[in-house]
């Protein structure tokens, strides 16, 4: 796995820039049904308790995973995945109807970027391993410790049936550590931020591209660090504009239900940074998406055709190109 940690205060050319950036959903739904998510979440003592501790309704879970496929400025491509979802049988078929399972098995797949410890974003993890258990990994350096146990096959998700054997990785376990940027392929930087989270866990890391002529693309799993302080980053750090190009991901802004008043302001105050094209699923929230569209921001629409919280958030695989 290409990668070189690097300072934030050098000039921003040294990041390089890329032709283009494909990105397809695998999956976008975290889970099937909000209510019963935010039950097992109270019963297992609270949005503080720790997501390892408490008993989830395992035929509850999906997940989010999507495939980057960047293009560098001499055409060749590289392939990674973005998150491997939460219901390993779930994922393996998302895996398998999606190609990604064969581009596993042969190779075409560099590395999987965790962006954060959640449930629904890492416990699909096996499904993985079952087609390349020697994956190169990138976690943020937050990541705790049972998540690195789970990761080497030595603890089970507590809705992985434990009768069945865990696939062990043999991989390399590379680890971003906060604040830096850390140089993945020209033009695509890895950035970790360190803040508590919901569920017990500790800090996100996202990705950012510079698509050359155009400007920088922010790439989130869910963005628990906030959508401002993803793309303020990116205008402190990596892009060499006043504004941003492209957004994609999970933006948490309102998952799990109608707008709030903060939620309602963060949402208009996305406008001040002049993104051109916005991908917004997952934990986004359909409310938060649907304000968007109404602001007139250049939300890109999606089909619901494979499977998708609603039809205007690009759903299971679909592909979006930011060139
Ligand atoms: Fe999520
Ligand atoms: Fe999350």
Not at 35 to 52: E, F, H, R, V, Y
Not at 138 to 159: H, K, M, N, W, Y
Request: hydrophobic share 40%.
């Amino acid at each position: 796995m290409p990668a070189a940690a690097d300072s934030p205060l050098r000039p921003r050319a040294h990041l390089g820039t890329c032709r283009s950036v494909a990105i397809t959903c695998i999956s976008e739904i975290g889970w099937h049904d909000t209510d019963l998510l935010l039950a097992d979440i109270k019963a297992g003592g609270g949005a503080n308790a720790s997501q390892w501790d408490k008993a989830w309704h395992s035929d509850n879970a999906a997940g989010s995973s999507s495939l980057i496929d960047l293009e560098l400025l001499d055409g060749t491509r590289r392939k990674f995945l973005l998150d491997c979802g939460w219901n390993e049988p779930y994922m393996r078929q998302r895996f398998e109807e999606s190609g990604v399972a064969a581009m596993l098995a042969r190779g075409e797949i560099e590395f999987l970027f965790l962006s954060h410890e959640h449930l629904d974003h890492l416990w699909g993890l096996q499904a993985i391993l079952r087609y390349c258990p020697d994956i190169a990994i990138r976690v943020p350096a937050t990541f705790s410790d049972r998540a690195l146990a789970f990761i080497r096959g030595e603890l089970a998700a507590p809705t992985h049936p434990v009768a069945e054997s865990l696939i062990r990785h043999t991989g390399v376990v590379s680890k971003t550590p906060p604040g830096v940027l850390v140089s993945l392929y020209p033009g695509c930087v890895a950035v970790a931020f360190d803040l508590p989270v919901l569920l017990g866990i500790v800090g996100e890391q996202s990705l950012y591209f510079r698509v050359r002529d155009k400007g920088v693309v922010c790439v989130t799993g869910c963005c628990h660090q906030g959508v401002n302080a993803l793309a303020d980053h990116a205008l402190d750090h990596v892009a060499d504009e006043s504004t941003l190009y492209g957004l994609y991901g999970g933006l948490h802004i309102a998952p799990f239900g109608p707008l709030t008043a903060e939620q309602e302001r963060l949402v208009a105050d996305l406008r001040r940074y002049g993104f051109r094209k916005i991908v917004a699923n997952h934990c986004t929230g359909e409310s938060a998406v649907r304000r968007m569209v109404e602001l007139g921001y250049p939300v890109v629409a999606g089909s619901g055709r494979e499977g998708s919280r609603a039809a205007l958030m690009p759903g299971d695989g679909e592909r979006v190109v930011f060139d």
